[in-house]
């Protein structure tokens, strides 16, 4: 692919968002959630998906590998945030969900990146935050096939 203007201007944006959504960045506009924001990833990570959570695809979905997931599910499972749950069908496996503090919490964290976003695209025509989301969705879509290898 040839390195265009838009493609660098891309670039930049992206690594611009990258540095906001740091955790550091997070804390300082978060203020009061309660929730470690190095675990912001792991509930977005069990909330994601049609099928039940396991470290595994939470690793998988985090794009870190499984020491570190588990290591992190463990943390949300301390902070009252997840719970395992052995599975039906293989009791030697085990999924995870969010726990009423957790729902409590994501939906607080939900919250509170939807008033960002959204006081970001205030002063923006409706026609203009619907179409930003259609392309940021299939750009993060062809961004995840490539990186997937489809």
């Known amino acids: 692919m040839e390195d265009s203007q838009a493609v660098a201007a891309v670039e930049?944006?992206?690594?611009?968002?990258r540095r906001s959504?740091?955790?550091r960045a997070i804390q300082r506009v978060a203020g009061g959630t309660q929730i470690d924001p190095a675990l912001f990833g792991v509930i977005d990570a069990v909330e994601e998906g049609p099928e039940a959570p396991t470290v595994g695809s939470v690793a998988d979905r985090m794009g870190i590998d499984q020491p570190r997931a588990s290591r992190l599910v463990a943390r949300?499972?301390?902070?009252?945030?997840?719970?395992?749950?052995?599975?039906?069908?293989?009791?030697?496996?085990s999924?995870?969900?969010?726990?009423?503090l957790g729902v409590e919490q994501a939906d607080q964290v939900h919250r509170f990146r939807r008033e960002i976003f959204g006081t970001a695209m205030r002063d923006w025509p409706e026609h203009d935050q619907?179409?930003?989301?259609?392309?940021?969705?299939?750009?993060?879509?062809?961004?995840?096939?490539?990186?997937r290898g489809e």
């Open 12 to 17: 930049r944006a992206m690594v611009a968002i």
């Open 21 to 23: 959504q740091s955790r």
């Open 76 to 93: 949300a499972v301390d902070a009252g945030l997840l719970r395992r749950v052995a599975d039906p069908e293989d009791g030697r496996r």
């Open 95 to 100: 999924t995870l969900e969010l726990t009423g």
């Open 130 to 147: 619907r179409e930003f989301a259609r392309l940021l969705g299939a750009f993060v879509g062809a961004l995840g096939r490539r990186y």
